[in-house]
């Protein structure tokens, strides 16, 4: 019998590329813990999003609590640092760590996250928090860096083939604030 591995989800466009890899090897199910992302309408879309590609894939979703207070609490210190700086490597901690208490207390053999596909986020750093949690919770990490052999690029073509929505922001107020201001600059220089 293939392993089991929980896997952390973040969003659609991505679960829909590293589950189709995953399942190749293991048996997948997807965990949709994403209490950073802001605003609340954004976090439906992106989870419902998610349910869509479960059920066609399909694999099994389970879905976290959206606990964005909990997250704010934990980031506000870092809310001035720039994408992929400290508050990110928080970020990344706080959702690991709930996807591997969950592995380990439901008896999976490996963790995941599908993070590492994306080239605003850091796999090196995504593997150093999830080998640590490995320790914590006594299961093993599955590292990955997902992006490479154009694995981005791939998922970019494979989410528009299913007509799925991609986001044009990482998640929280904060990238939401700066995504705003991008588009500002934008359209004021016509
Ligand atoms: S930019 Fe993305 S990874 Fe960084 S803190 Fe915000 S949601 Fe998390």
């Known amino acids: 019998m293939k392993p089991s591995i929980l896997v952390h989800i973040c969003c659609a466009p991505d679960a829909l590329y590293v589950m189709k890899l995953l399942k190749e090897r293991y048996r997948v199910t997807g ?4 209490p950073n992302i802001y605003p609340g309408k954004e976090y439906q879309l992106r989870l ?13 979703l389970l879905e976290g609590d959206y606990d964005a207070s909990f997250w ?10 720039p994408e992929k700086g400290l508050r990110c490597d928080i970020c990344y901690a706080l959702r690991l760590d709930r996807t591997a208490r969950r592995a380990s207390s439901e008896g999976y053999d490996y963790f995941t996250t599908v993070m590492s596909l994306s080239p605003w986020k ?22 990955s860096d997902f992006k490479k052999k154009d694995g981005f690029k791939k998922s970019v073509e494979l989410s528009l083939r299913f007509g799925l929505y991609r986001q044009n922001y990482c998640g929280c107020i904060y990238s939401f604030q700066e995504m705003e201001k991008r588009r500002k600059v934008k359209k004021d220089r016509g």
Request: proline letters at 2%.
């Open 31 to 34: 965990y949709f813990y994403n």
């Open 48 to 60: 419902e999003e998610t349910r869509k590609v479960a059920q066609s894939m399909p694999f099994d």
């Open 72 to 81: 704010l609490a934990k980031t506000k210190r870092f809310k001035k640092e």
């Open 122 to 143: 850091k796999a090196a750093v995504l593997n150093r928090i999830g080998r640590m949690l490995g320790n914590k919770y006594k299961i093993s990490f599955f590292e």
